[in-house]
């Protein structure tokens, strides 16, 4: 059986958490039936390094990347939101900024919420506490439910691990985030062109190269017309002025 079409053989997908690959696995699975697509899961942290390592043909990452040797496709922004226990005073809020959660304990890096870090309370006063151990969003969820802290991440991020004593509250001051496919430079296959397809929405028919014209008909040979033979010149026959009416197209002087 040729390598192309081996069962075993598979067209690795890596993903960060809050994304969605229905869409795009159901289009591969109808268009390529002989290269099934396999997923990988990653962190933010080995979002790039299961390229490098050979893990996954491609990855869909969340900016800021290193993209040394990477050739990377900017895709959609998400809306940052807070998560906080049902509880909260502002969980009923349409949106707040990150000066109504200066007083909050995040249970991220200070460093991946910027606009936090600096006017927080607790980094300004130098009372902030050690973080517990969060292994997964649904330990961060947890802690959240429990009143530990609040966390800062993606709409797409609370969505996936939400829960029924958690709410999402956008964040109107912290920059969005932002999806994008990423993959190796030097492993542009054909494989990989096409999932750039399927991902930007292009048919099966379409190619990213230039598509060859097709020939053209021959153009049908025209006979020459014959030429005309010039008629014999003949001098029209000379006519006589004609006769000025009385009162008519006479000289404007006056009547004699």
């Known amino acids: 059986m040729d390598a192309e079409s081996t069962p075993d053989r598979l067209f690795t997908v890596a993903f960060v958490p809050g994304v969605t690959l229905a869409k795009w696995s159901k289009v591969w699975a109808e268009r390529r039936p002989d290269l099934p697509m396999g997923f990988a899961p990653t962190s933010e942290a080995e979002q790039v390094r299961v390229l490098h390592d050979g893990a996954a043909e491609v990855s869909f990452v969340r900016l800021p990347v ?16 807070v998560m906080v226990p049902k509880e909260h005073e502002l969980s009923q809020a349409e949106s707040v900024t990150v000066a109504e959660l200066a007083g909050e304990h995040l249970l991220q890096d200070p460093d991946s919420v910027p606009e936090w870090r600096d006017v927080a309370d607790e980094i300004r006063e130098g009372t902030r506490r050690p973080l517990p151990s969060i292994r997964t969003g649904d330990d961060a969820a947890e802690l959240v439910a429990a009143g530990v802290g609040i966390v800062i991440v993606p709409q797409s991020v609370a969505r996936l691990y939400g829960r029924k004593d958690v709410v999402a509250v956008p964040v109107t001051d912290v920059a969005e985030s932002q999806i994008a496919l990423a993959w190796l430079e030097e492993n542009t296959t054909a494989d990989v062109e096409e999932f750039i397809g399927v991902v930007r929405g292009r048919t099966a028919r379409s190619s990213r190269a230039p598509q060859e014209e097709p020939e053209k008909a021959p153009a049908k040979e025209r006979k020459p017309k014959p030429k005309e033979k ?21 000289g404007r002087g006056g009547r004699s």
């Open 230 to 250: 010039a008629k014999p010149f003949t001098p029209r026959p000379h006519r006589a002025p004609k006769k000025l009416g009385k009162g008519r197209n006479r």
């Open 66 to 81: 290193d993209d040394a040797r990477l050739s990377v496709i900017p895709l959609y922004r998400e809306t940052p939101v």
